[in-house]
């Protein structure tokens, strides 16, 4: 039976009483749900998966299931850019994209460009005094249009770089069997499924055959258009509902907390008759804290009866730690590092660092004024805005005014999307 190492301190015991038990029922439910749909091999993805995969082991020989476990290394950045190969100019769309304190360079550079490259395109663009300066969803669309319309050179490079990644990725999913004549899923936190996506677009370029892979997500905000509701099964969060919940739910803690201990898949190269991946070299700035959570999952596992928490039972944890974090959980989870773009240029606590000037920016209809208008004030996003919001003012009544203000802001932008749909 697994032991503790050290003491429990306050992150270990609220990770026991929440997270844990989060993670297991999420894990038992992909196993049973896959079994019972005939799959007979499972493929946890990088890095948010690997947890799963370390529980998935131990659950699947407790409940004797005949199915095949593999983990494997990739990342949006590797399939984004091997995708780029092929798919033309429609490559603009996942790199212009928005996301917490974006950049031209940052935006450059989701392409795989060199420094040499990226000021090229800068001269073309207008955008070389401001390399840096971190730019609003109105403005990234702005560079979308230039990029599409006046560099001369963007596209060139784009294609340059992609053909390698290409080349690579193919290698190495043959080596891990995804070309096999087995019915297979992808097992992974979710969100969009874009992933599974651009996995089963490779594939089919590969194959020259139509692949549309299967996934089981933790929770799905909506399904990319090409995807058939019964390919992707979703638990805790689906698409155009569940809006309550998902306003009391913070996607970058839950990444942060169940990720790997290693840096991101970077791409592939081939060693002997083997093919691995190439890790950023970065490592994950959150190792020792990841390495702790997964020892405390497994004690978990082994010391737990028989018998299913129902989701709503779930959700009441959830929703108050990520929703209404005490000014205790705020602090331990909120200092954990986090980025939220396709490569971890510039890393920030989860719970970013706002100040009153900040603070003033994110009520609802200021912030609503700033990103979807000409403004000239940025927001500086955070991954976890309710920690934010406690680690500044604390949980009285100006903590409850602008969690409150944070759930609007977010309701309304579920609601315009389902509505969108």
């Given at each position: 039976m697994a032991q503790l190492d050290k003491p429990a301190n306050d992150s270990d015991i609220i990770f026991l009483h929440v997270f844990a038990p989060v993670l297991t029922q999420y894990v038992t439910w992909v196993l049973k749900t896959a079994y019972k749909d005939g799959k007979k091999r499972l493929y946890f993805l990088a890095r948010d998966g690997w947890m799963m995969y370390e529980l998935a082991k131990k659950i699947s020989s407790k409940l004797n299931l005949n199915m095949d476990l593999r983990y494997i290394y990739v990342s949006r950045y590797v399939l984004r850019n091997a995708e780029y190969y092929f798919i033309g100019r429609r490559c603009i769309d996942s790199i212009?994209?928005?996301?917490?304190?974006?950049?031209?360079?940052?935006?450059?550079?989701?392409?795989?460009?060199?420094?040499?490259?990226?000021?090229?395109?800068?001269?073309?663009?207008?955008?070389?005094?401001?390399?840096?300066?971190?730019l609003s969803y109105v403005q990234i669309q702005e560079l979308k249009k230039r990029l599409d319309g006046f560099s001369l050179s963007f596209f060139d490079f784009v294609y340059a770089h992609s053909k390698g990644f290409y080349e690579d990725i193919t290698n190495y999913f043959e080596y891990v069997g995804l070309t096999d004549d087995v019915k297979f899923a992808v097992v992974d936190s979710g969100w969009l499924g874009t992933t599974a996506v651009s996995m089963g677009n490779i594939l089919s370029y590969m194959t020259k055959r139509q692949i549309d892979i299967s996934g089981y997500y933790f929770g799905l905000y909506e399904l990319p258009k090409s995807v058939k509701n019964k390919n992707f099964k979703a638990y805790y969060l689906h698409p155009n509902i569940n809006i309550g919940r998902k306003t009391r739910f913070s996607i970058c803690l839950f990444e942060t907390l169940f990720s790997a201990p290693v840096g991101m898949t970077m791409g592939y190269r081939t060693e002997e008759e083997k093919v691995v991946p190439i890790l950023s070299t970065s490592g994950n700035p959150n190792k020792n804290v990841i390495e702790r959570n997964k020892d405390l999952l497994m004690i978990y596992e082994s010391y737990l009866e028989a018998g299913d928490l129902s989701v709503g039972k779930l959700e009441k944890l959830l929703s108050l730690i990520m929703g209404k974090p005490t000014k205790e959980e705020a602090k331990i989870f909120g200092n954990l590092q986090f980025c939220d773009d396709v490569l971890e240029l510039q890393m920030q606590h989860v719970a970013a660092d706002w100040d009153e000037i900040e603070l003033r920016k994110q009520s609802f209809f200021r912030k609503i004024l700033i990103k979807f208008f000409k403004s000239k004030e940025k927001l500086h996003e955070s991954g976890w805005p309710e920690a934010s919001i406690v680690n500044l003012v604390g949980t009285g009544i100006r903590g409850k005014w602008a969690l409150f203000n944070e759930r609007l802001y977010k309701r309304g932008m579920y609601v315009r999307k389902a509505i969108k749909k």
């Open positions: 212009c994209v928005g996301g917490i304190d974006i950049t031209f360079y940052k935006i450059m550079k989701r392409a795989a460009l060199t420094d040499k490259e990226i000021l090229i395109v800068a001269e073309e663009t207008g955008y070389k005094d401001r390399l840096n300066e971190c």
